[in-house]
Nanobody, 123 residues
């Protein structure tokens, strides 16, 4: 089992920045890819970004150029730097991990999930 705990959410004005962090514990060697997803009220959970432990990254088009995912294997942590935030970025953000090696975007591909952290963007 892999346990994931997110932190760093909060309230920010449009155009501002936030940094989310995800601490992984447990059988972390079984997770090859870490990802961030988000879910706004009334909407499906959607892919935001993913990183492999070889530091390959992949982003949703909606966040490309504004968000940066990074990882620290020594600390078993993954971060998501979010810049130029927009009201439509507001959601609960979830950290996820998968044992497979591909940077996939579907929720079903990720076996482990955190509880989520709220990001609110005021206009």
């Amino acid at each position: 089992q892999v346990q994931l705990v997110e932190s760093g959410g909060g309230l920010v004005q449009a155009g501002g920045s936030l940094r989310l962090s995800c601490a992984a514990s447990g059988r972390t060697f079984s997770s090859n890819v870490m990802g961030w997803f988000r879910q706004a009220p009334g909407k499906e959970r959607e892919f935001v970004a993913a990183i492999s432990w070889l530091y390959k990254t992949y982003y949703a088009d909606s966040v490309k150029g504004r968000f940066t995912i990074s990882g620290d294997t020594a600390k078993n942590m993954v971060s998501l730097q979010m810049n130029s935030l927009r009201p439509e970025d507001a959601a609960v953000y979830f950290c996820a991990a998968r044992s497979g090696s591909g940077l996939v975007t579907t929720t079903a591909a990720y076996e482990y999930w955190g509880q989520g952290t709220q990001v609110t963007v005021s206009s």
